[in-house]
């Protein structure tokens, strides 16, 4: 009787179970049906999508964020985007191309790349500005985090020349330039453009041989001779010069900052 008597209470439990399930299925039946029609007009659609000609890619644009008119032509060329155009664009490796357009092209400071609907790829460039050249086993541009780059020999004429520091072995495209003579030089330029006089002259070298001494030469050529402290200090007394019409700039030599007064020193 024990026996029998706990075979249906087990029955029992059964039963109950499954018209648990039964009622639950009836009820979630129609959301679960509505949902496969879904899924299944999703993946419809997007196989449309990925097959039909107006998601096509048919140009990639280039968009200079900094403003600079520096060239940058030669990423219409560049082989990672070749195999992009026609392809459809929610095929496109947005981060892939991100990554490859970043890692091999380091005179580029970040490409970021956007798909822009229906049918346009665009690069988005914040461009490495030149802020000096440097001599190390051939003429290089570096910008103002000491990063090497390569630009036009016109470009770089432009660009004025750190000298008085070594180099051991040829910098490779991208490197960032070590060395305490070139971040003195760097923030000695970054003073000097800041004042429109000086610009106007332009800045033809600066020579970090004797850190105590920096050295500036500017157009014209008149040399600058900084000391090793007081920059912007020394660099409000030659704005100052450079201004006064009393004084015949041009037949000036160089002009000694080191001390309270300046010295100006006439061309022999």
């Known amino acids: ?21 039964k009622t639950v299925f009836k009820k979630c039946f129609p959301f679960l049906l509505v949902l496969l029609i879904l899924l299944v007009l999703g993946f419809a659609l997007r196989n449309y999508i990925m ?10 644009v280039i968009v200079n964020n900094t403003g600079q008119s520096r060239d940058i032509s030669f990423l219409k060329t560049i082989k990672e985007t070749e195999n992009i155009k026609g392809e459809n664009i929610f095929k496109v490796n947005i981060k892939w191309l991100e990554y490859q357009l970043n890692k091999n092209y380091p005179q580029i400071k970040n ?7 229906p049918d346009r790829i665009e690069l988005m460039v914040d461009q490495r500005v030149p802020l000096a050249s440097i001599n190390a086993f051939g003429q290089y541009a570096i910008d103002n985090d000491s990063t090497v780059l390569v630009y036009d020999q016109a470009t770089m004429s432009d660009l004025p020349l750190i000298t008085g520091f070594k180099i051991w072995t040829k910098p490779s495209i991208g490197e960032k330039i070590s060395s305490d003579r070139v971040e003195l030089a760097k923030s000695v330029l970054s003073i000097f453009y800041n004042v429109p006089e000086i610009k106007k002259h332009g800045i033809k070298s600066i020579d970090v041989s004797n850190p105590k001494n920096l050295i500036v030469q500017l157009n014209g050529p008149i040399e ?16 100052f010069i450079l201004q006064d019409k009393n004084i015949d700039v041009k037949g000036l030599e160089y002009i ?6 300046p010295v100006l020193g006439p061309r022999k």
């Open 256 to 261: 000694d900052l080191r001390f309270e007064d």
């Open 1 to 21: 009787m024990a026996r029998k008597r706990k075979r249906n209470v087990f029955s029992e439990k059964k039963d109950k179970i499954i018209e648990v399930i």
């Open 224 to 239: 600058i001779r900084m000391g090793q402290q007081d920059f912007s200090e020394k660099i409000k007394k030659l704005q």
């Open 111 to 117: 490409i970021v790349v956007k798909r822009v609907l």
């Open 51 to 60: 097959r039909i000609k107006y998601f096509r890619v048919k140009s990639i």
